[in-house]
Every structure is written in structure tokens, then in C-alpha cells.
């Protein structure tokens, strides 16, 4: 079974700093894509970032990157100049490419920017 | 603007009547998915349709039923036989085959049994 686990339920960053977001996942394609959702307490899922296995580049998008380790099934999002709009639930999530594409995601990490 | 309407934000029901939730897409999306999340927890998939008049059961069907007539239309109906229906419901929209899985979601429903 596809299985996605986040291991940090809850985070806190103080405004400005760094923070780094860690997943795991188990899947058994040979080329997928991987994705950081943010749910902001308006509770509308957002998109932050996506990952595809086949490029050794980690994908970056503004103060957003990931550090993906495909051997060690390893997908971390880092969160550069931290912000109070970035408080947030952040979800790990892996798409089953035989099952619609559906989206397995991990338990979330609950994060808190302090001012 | 493009994008997913779920209405409406709040549903309250009385236990053991069925109720429906609304969700529409005008993005042009072939695939549809239905999610519950429960407090603290993350998304599970309850069914997901990838055409018109076709669809599949997710990881928690059990209680739930879906139809899909229109392409922009991927209605859930809660029944009783749900043991535990109070949660938050998500819907979502994908190209379809070729999306790799990106999703784009609604805002969800606040659905409440009592």
C-alpha cells in the first residue's frame, strides 16, 4: 500500500526565519510527481509546490523549496523569510498513477509563524 | 474565473436523513475526487471519477454514493448508513490522464450531523 507519513505534527517558526517540513513516502512507480499542499485556516487547500522524481533538480517556487532525496524516499519543504500568512496546516501528498490518480496524503504538519 | 464551487459552506443534518453536497467545476477538469477530512487529520479519498458516467470508490465509500451525468458536476450524497458523517468535505479536479496527480481543490463543506 501507498503510504505517506509526516512525522512533525506541529511546528512553530518565529517571522523571518527557516523551517523545514518533512515527508516520507513509499511508492512503487518508477515516474511520478510529488506535492506540498498548504491549508491555511480558511481551510481551501492551496497547491505550494510540485516535484517531479525524474529531475534531480529540486523545485523552487519564490521562498518555497523541497529537498528531494528519491533513494531514501525523502521529500522536505523548506520555507524560507517566514511569514504570519504562512500559518498553516502543510500536507505531503502521492498520487496512485492506477487509481485515478488519486492523491494519498500524509497526516500534516500543523505550522505556527510568531511574530 | 475558472475554478471549484462546493455549496454550501455549512450543512446541517439531522441523523439518519441523507443529504447532498454540491460540487461544480468550470475548469474543463475529465477527473473528479470527493475527500473527508476529519479534525487533525489529512484527506481521504471517498470516490473519484474520471469521465462522465463512470466512476470508482475510494478508500472510505462505505455511506456515500456519487453520480456523474456532466462533466462539470460530481455530487456526493451522505446517507445514513454512514456511521459517522460529521467532517469536512473536499472536492477536487484534475486534467485527468497525463495530470500526474495535480489537483485543484474547492472550498470544501462543513457538514454537521446531530
Known amino acids: 500500500a501507498q503510504t505517506v507519513t509526516q512525522s512533525q505534527p506541529e511546528m512553530s517558526v518565529q517571522e523571518a526565519e527557516t523551517v523545514t517540513l518533512s515527508c516520507t513516502y513509499d511508492t512503487s512507480e518508477s515516474n511520478y510527481y510529488l506535492f506540498w499542499y498548504k491549508q491555511p485556516p480558511s481551510r481551501q487547500m492551496i497547491l505550494v509546490i510540485r516535484?517531479?522524481?525524474?529531475?534531480?533538480q529540486n523545485a523552487t517556487e519564490n521562498r518555497f523549496s523541497v529537498n528531494f532525496q528519491k533513494a531514501a524516499k525523502s521529500f522536505s519543504l523548506k520555507i524560507s523569510d517566514s511569514q504570519l500568512g504562512d500559518t498553516a496546516m502543510y500536507f505531503c501528498a502521492s498520487p496512485r498513477y492506477n487509481a485515478g490518480n488519486m492523491l494519498t496524503f500524509g497526516g500534516g504538519t500543523r505550522l505556527m509563524v510568531k511574530p | 474565473d475558472g475554478g471549484i464551487t462546493q455549496s454550501p459552506k455549512y450543512l446541517f443534518r439531522k441523523e439518519g436523513q441523507n443529504v447532498t453536497l454540491s460540487c461544480e467545476q468550470n475548469?474543463?477538469?475529465?477527473?473528479m475526487y470527493w475527500y473527508r477530512q476529519d479534525p487533525g487529520q489529512g484527506l481521504r479519498l471517498i470516490y473519484y471519477?474520471?469521465?462522465?458516467?463512470?466512476?470508482q470508490k475510494g478508500d472510505i465509500a462505505e455511506g456515500y454514493s456519487v453520480s456523474r451525468e456532466k462533466k462539470e458536476s460530481f455530487p456526493l450524497t451522505v446517507t445514513s448508513a454512514q456511521k459517522n458523517p460529521t467532517a469536512f468535505y473536499l472536492c477536487?479536479?484534475?486534467?485527468?490522464?497525463?495530470?500526474?496527480?495535480?489537483?485543484?481543490f474547492g472550498p470544501g463543506t462543513r457538514l454537521t450531523v446531530t
Open positions: 477536487a479536479s484534475s486534467i485527468g490522464a497525463g495530470s500526474k496527480g495535480e489537483q485543484y
Open positions: 471519477s474520471q469521465i462522465v458516467n463512470d466512476f
Open positions: 475548469l474543463n477538469h475529465d477527473a
Open positions: 516535484q517531479e522524481a525524474y529531475k534531480q
